[in-house]
């Protein structure tokens, strides 16, 4: 008979309704700096913006959408990255934002590098909320990256699903960045694919 | 992943969460879990650099005094209710534990209310109580906080599920891959056995690991409960097992 030595991770729970807007502050969304009017991060700036929706297109309002990445030049701040390559410390690479009545959310961020060379750029995603009794997680791509069409991720998807990972270009041109759009279907008609976790 | 992973290949393989102790993801009497869980299978992939890295905080930006929830710290004033020293440890399921890392901690006040715009319980609001707290681990991955025993209040529209006293903890470990949000119940309520969130978890003994336990009051001789909730957060694939 084995045993474990420690437990199994503790359960998750939802995170429920109730996510205190402190714990948001103004400026938690913008990951150009590392805080309001500090010096801003290199690269070119990304204007984010989606709705989380449910089934039957109902939008998922009051959720928190949580976004990490690589800097301008494809690098992280965690020891897990040993390369040498430089990197960018006035970049937040996380943040976090909350739905609004529309389910709608937005980031400000910089267009991440390609962390291999292989895999195309992308913002890893997370998504809690109330009804989610575990996290959420998937990847949001760039639209017309040469990369994607090597991406390991995105050709493990079929045509129709590996879309709904790309974001698309904002209808109206945005000034002061790249406006990008990505929904998230939680479930049902356009259901965004999410990660094993 | 490319050929020659730039990171450390081992990260990679974290251990996969077990599904008998963790909640189910629909819960019967909780209708947004079905309008909001996926219908389709989680897509198998291999985690990259983006997933087995993740944001630190290391305590930089936090006041000295947001591990205490029980005193207004503008006013000095107590909040309402039963003070409570609450400490634990985090580690990883590998046993070791998890330093210098943020735990975020939100929770109702002693009548069952919350300060946030979707909260329209009738329990009245304390003025001294906010309800949110910060705190990183220390170097043994334990951490501390003091607040008071929030109440218990019904969920509306639920045909009077009233959700047992609990607090919310959210914590980030050491990579997005260890990323936990859950919520730690009280020993001894008797409505833990009726929740339907407690109760969404399958296997009888991680429904247990969900529930503090009581410990001598460590403030003493200031007077206060004292409870323990250790927290285990994911680690990687290769967790010790011994002979038993």
């Known amino acids: 008979m084995k045993r474990r030595l420690v437990p199994p991770p503790t359960p998750s729970q939802t995170i429920g309704p109730f996510f205190p807007p402190h714990l948001i502050p103004p400026g938690a969304n913008d990951l150009t700096s590392r805080a309001p009017g500090a010096p801003p991060a290199a690269g070119e700036v990304v204007l984010l913006s989606g709705r989380i929706i449910g089934e039957g297109g109902k939008p998922a309002v009051n959720a928190l959408i949580e976004i990490w990445q690589a800097d301008a030049g494809g690098r992280f701040n965690h020891p897990a990255d040993r390369r040498n390559t430089p990197i960018d410390r006035n970049f937040a690479f996380w943040g976090r934002a909350r739905t609004d009545g529309d389910g709608g959310y937005r980031f400000r961020t910089i267009k991440p590098g390609s962390v291999d060379g292989a895999s195309a750029p992308h913002i890893s995603v997370t998504i809690l909320g109330s009804g989610l009794m575990r996290r959420l997680v998937t990847r949001m791509y760039f639209p017309d990256a040469a990369l994607n069409e090597t991406d390991p991720l995105l050709r493990s998807l079929d045509e129709a699903r590996r879309h709904r990972l790309v974001a698309r270009h904002a209808a109206a041109k945005a000034t002061g960045g790249l406006a990008l759009v990505f929904d998230i279907v939680l479930r049902g008609e356009g259901e965004t694919p999410f990660l094993d976790d | ?205 991680a429904r247990e690991r969900l529930v503090c336990r009581v410990v001598d009051n460590p403030l003493a001789p200031v007077p206060a409960l004292g409870f323990a909730f250790d927290i285990v957060l994911r680690g990687r694939a290769g967790t010790p097992w011994i002979d038993a």
């Open chain 2, 1 to 205: 992943m490319s050929k020659n992973p730039p990171g450390d290949a081992a990260l990679t393989a974290f251990a996969r969460y077990d599904d008998a102790s963790q909640p189910s993801r629909v819960v019967a009497g909780y209708p947004n879990t079905r309008t909001r869980t996926p219908a389709a299978a989680p897509v198998a992939y291999v985690p990259g650099l983006s997933e087995i890295t993740g944001p630190s905080f290391d305590g930089a930006t936090l006041r000295p005094c947001e591990h205490n929830l029980a005193v207004a710290p503008d006013t000095g004033r107590r909040a309402i209710g039963q003070i409570i020293a609450l400490a634990g440890r985090v580690s990883d399921e590998d046993g070791r534990p998890v330093r210098h890392s943020l735990i975020e901690l939100w929770q109702a006040n002693g009548a069952g209310r919350y300060i946030h715009g979707h909260d329209d319980n009738d329990a009245p609001l304390d003025p001294d109580f906010i309800g949110v707290g910060r705190a990183v681990t220390d170097g043994e991955g334990v951490y501390r906080f003091i607040t008071i025993k929030p109440g218990a209040y019904p969920v509306p529209n639920s045909g009077n599920w009233w959700r047992p006293p609990h607090i919310h903890f959210s914590l980030f470990g050491s990579s997005a891959m260890s990323r936990l949000v859950t919520q730690m119940y009280f020993p001894g309520e008797p409505l833990n056995a009726h929740d339907r969130l407690i109760n969404s978890v399958p296997d009888a003994a």
